[in-house]
């Protein structure tokens, strides 16, 4: 029989180790005294009650925020409520919809085969996607009508990357090409991915490829690539590639497992629309179509560990994904002076696009703070994140919140900045 003392010692050992952080989650998040990372302290508690501000006026539920700098944490915080309803509390682990921030994942992907040299930027799509072969180009003419007329070109994998397919998405903005998107009531039933992107190539493109940027269903056709060249349905192909290695253990396309679905931020009831016909989706409620321009669900921390790895150069905890080279060719500028910007820029002054973000181009310009370098880019539901190599900082924000989510990125980048000493 074990002696008292020796059983008091391994039960306080038990608690212990019960209640300490499991030495693979201490290391996913290194905690900085905000002085040593080159921030204000009482500058970062200005940041806090800003926030918290908003949400007292209704602004927004709450919100998940982290700021990381040389590698080490200066802020992270929840703020508010995980759900107006029941009145929850926001918690750090939350689950978001990240829509559009599921671009740089799907691009990412698609690098990556283009590093194994089973895909190429200057591949037409229909070489993988034979449907796009004859897809024609809708002009509109005078009184509204619609011309179909060949494309010049086809359009490219790095036209999906950059968004100069020609495609858009029908939810937002006006003309007659964007109103056949919406006529076409492309995810009714339960369409698999390849059938989304099947309904999609039946219909005309809002302009020539390689000519104009427009937001678009791109990177879901893109995804779909993704999964032709990868021979797998694209969840799994993330799995393997992306979310397994980098510890991703909350990002997914549909939340299928009920233990998490206390961690679900919501919106409030009256602010769930992102767009024409356009409401935030139940992903408690599983369907076939795994959308890589706007499906994913994630949270601060997960995002964090992708961020990270592409602010190191495509490099994480001694496992590379992409080389330094890859990353500073995707967070180049990819539009030049030969693309313009369609009527619905989402770009900005100031930015110009790389292949899965927006990239500063210039020091002014833009009424955002930020530094020449910094790639960028948000989702409809209100989530955002931002990079800044320059100043060795990437920042991630999450709320649910979509008619919030303009006014809070300008907000958001104006206190940050000011929080910094050096």
Known sequence: MMPAVIRKRAHLLLVAALFATPPAM???????????????ADRLQRLSETLTAEIDKGTMPGVVLLIQRNDKVAYFEALGTLDPEKKTPMRKDAIFRIYSMSKPITTTAAMMLVEQGRLALVD??????????????????????????????????????????????????????????????????????????????????????????????????????????????????????????????????????????ARL???????????????????????????????????????????????????????????????????????????????????????KFGLGFAVRSEAGVSPLAGSPGDFTWGGAAGTYFWVDPKEKMFVIYMM??????????ILLRDVVYAAMTE
Not at 28 to 40: Q, T
Not at 315 to 339: C, F, N, Q
Not at 401 to 406: H, L, N
């Open 124 to 261: 037409p799509v229909h070489k993988y996607l034979p449907e796009f072969k004859d897809v024609k180009v809708g002009e509109e003419k005078p009184d509204k009508s619609l011309e179909l007329v060949a494309p010049r070109r086809p359009m490219t994998i790095q036209d999906l990357m950059r968004h100069t397919s020609g495609l858009t998405y029908g939810f937002f903005g006006e003309g007659a090409v964007k109103k056949a998107y919406l006529a076409a009531n492309l995810d009714a039933g339960d369409p698999t991915t390849a059938e989304f992107v099947e309904r999609l190539a039946k219909l005309p493109l809002g302009y020539q490829p390689g000519t104009t940027w427009d937001y678009s269903h791109a990177t879901d056709v893109l995804g779909r690539v993704v999964e032709v060249v990868a021979g797998k349905p694209l969840s799994q192909a993330f799995r393997e590639m992306l979310f397994d290695p980098l510890g991703m253990t909350d990002t997914s396309f549909y939340l299928t497992d009920p233990g998490k679905y």
């Open 26 to 40: 201490a290391d996913r998040l290194a905690n900085a005294v905000p002085g040593s990372v080159g921030f204000a």
């Open 400 to 409: 649910q919140a979509p008619g919030k989510r303009v006014p809070m990125r």
């Open 265 to 351: 931020a919501e919106p409030f009831a009256g602010d769930r629309s992102i767009g024409a016909g356009a409401v935030l989706n139940d992903p408690r409620e599983p369907r076939k179509y795994e959308s890589g321009g706007g499906g994913l669900l994630s949270t601060v921390e997960d995002y964090a560990r992708f961020l990270k790895m592409l602010a190191n150069g495509g490099e994480l905890d001694g496992k590379r994904y992409l080389s330094p080279k890859t990353v500073a060719y995707m967070t180049s500028d990819h539009m030049g002076d030969v693309i313009k910007r369609g009527p619905y820029d989402l770009v900005g002054p100031g930015y």
